[in-house]
């Protein structure tokens, strides 16, 4: 049986109500609550399945039917973390604490701003003196803010203090410093030089790590991760090793929404209910650094999930060019399970609110020739890959019905879904930088579109 708060909230013409949902949410049970009003589970029958393994939030939702979360997604167990925490070693002995940690004491105090357990809620306490005793407010910070201005509550300031571990503790090998931390998408538009190394966008609850390494008048390589294996740690930041050598700049860009859930390992940097802009968001941030270092050409590079992002922000900035490997091109016909994961954390299993966001979901019909396509994508596809072959690439291929703008190779390089070798990848990145790109992909053995298969 847990209890519940409400905080108080400006509510416009918003509903405010909390979101429980079962392990692998089979489960998802919204019920309508009052501002400043206490609920027990058990005023709910239909909250009779709630547990440590439940995942809780807040949510607004309009009377246009728009949904908004007000809280992080986070799972009732994480509050057993407030119940042994000690501020002082974690600020002086940063070597145990790390991305994931920090994520964890996030959701943590998320859940504790309404979500009331008893042991728990001696230590948000001592959280609050310390913060207060030590400064620092949330407001200069930025770090994991509310998703809405809206909410007032005491127990606000409690998450400043995750502020100060994320941000003021030291690094290890595998660990990073975020670097140069925007407040917003619109701020780090408005600066003037692009951050060399890491740094990050937050806005809402949206945390957008970058990592780039670059010069003037270099092209701009764009780095797009795939499905997040168990033993990779937040930010995704992939392809330094890639590029070493090669004369481009690199920008690497980890997937915002792996932070919601821990258990969340695909989502195709298509955003989610608070972040439905976040693929228009990242092409403006793209297209403000090559132009800020006056990139001669943009060029995606990812497999399988990052080759479908790859493709849609191919799309965004014209004139660009994407390499792509076993990419998707339609996530709701990527694997059941791993959609319906992204479903269900991302945009709270509502089909509906995905379709009507204007997030894109699918490529198939992005470079129709009658659309007069001014980006050019090559595609590598393992043959034996059969999945992706009949559910991607054949739809994507018979839509398009263009030889100019989509190349593709598929030449057996290995077993199923695996990239291709890693010199392949760099050979790759220098054709894309030549001036006779097209040529030397040719050669390489790309065909067009219409001719593969």
């Known amino acids: 049986m847990y209890q519940f708060t409400v905080p108080a909230f400006k509510s416009d013409s918003a509903t405010l109500v909390a979101v ?21 589970t058990r005023d709910f ?26 809280t992080l997604r986070a799972r009732l167990g994480w509050l057993a973390k407030l119940e042994d925490f000690s501020t002082e070693p974690r600020l002086t002995d940063a070597k145990t604490f790390n991305e994931k940690e920090h994520q964890g004491w996030v959701l943590a105090l998320h859940l504790a701003m309404w979500i009331q357990d008893a042991d728990a809620s001696k230590n948000v306490q001592h959280i609050l003196e310390f913060s207060l005793k030590h400064g620092e407010p949330i407001e200069h910070t930025k770090i994991h803010s509310i998703a809405s201005d809206a909410f007032q509550t005491p ?80 930010p995704y930041l992939s392809g330094r090793h890639i590029v070493e050598g090669i004369d481009v700049a690199r920008l690497s860009i980890s997937d915002p929404s792996l932070y919601l859930d821990e258990s969340l390992s695909i989502s195709w940097f298509t955003g989610n209910s608070s972040a439905p802009n976040l693929q228009i968001s990242l092409a403006r941030v793209i297209q403000e650094i090559a132009n800020r270092i006056n990139a001669p050409k943009v060029i995606f590079l990812g497999g399988s999930a990052g080759g479908f992002a790859s493709l849609v922000f191919a799309h965004l900035i014209p004139n660009s060019l994407a390499i792509v490997w076993n990419p998707q091109t339609d996530i709701a016909k990527y694997y059941p399970r791993f959609y319906r994961e992204y479903l269900n954390i991302c945009w709270g299993g509502n089909s509906k609110m995905l379709q009507e966001s204007g997030v894109i979901t699918s490529v198939v019909d992005l470079y129709d020739i009658s659309k007069q396509p001014s980006s050019t994508v090559y595609v590598l596809q393992e043959p034996t890959d059969v999945h992706h072959v009949t559910e991607h690439l054949m739809p994507f291929l018979g839509a398009t019905k263009c030889d100019r703008n989509v190349f593709t190779y598929s030449q057996h390089w290995g077993e199923g879904h695996v990239p291709p070798a890693k010199d392949t990848i760099r050979r790759l990145i220098e054709h894309a930088i030549a001036e006779n790109s097209q040529d030397l992909f040719i050669a390489e053995g790309f065909q067009p579109g219409v001719d593969t298969i």
């Open 20 to 40: 429980f949902s079962s392990p692998e949410k089979k489960i998802t049970v919204p019920v309508s609550v009052s501002s400043g009003a206490t609920y027990s």
């Open 45 to 70: 029958p239909e909250l009779s399945f709630v547990d440590k393994s439940t995942v809780a939030y807040l949510q607004l939702r309009g009377t246009d039917g728009s949904r908004r979360d007000a």
């Open 155 to 234: 127990n606000k300031p409690s998450l400043s203090i995750i502020g100060k571990l994320g941000t003021n503790r030291s690094h290890t090998a595998t660990h990073h410093k975020a670097g140069q931390v925007f407040p917003s998408f619109a701020e780090f538009l408005k600066s003037s030089s692009v951050p060399q190394g890491r740094f990050r966008i937050m806005e809402h609850n949206v945390t957008a790590d970058f990592e780039f390494e670059g010069a003037q008048k270099q092209p701009l390589l764009v780095i797009l991760h795939g499905r997040k294996g168990p033993r990779v740690h937040l």
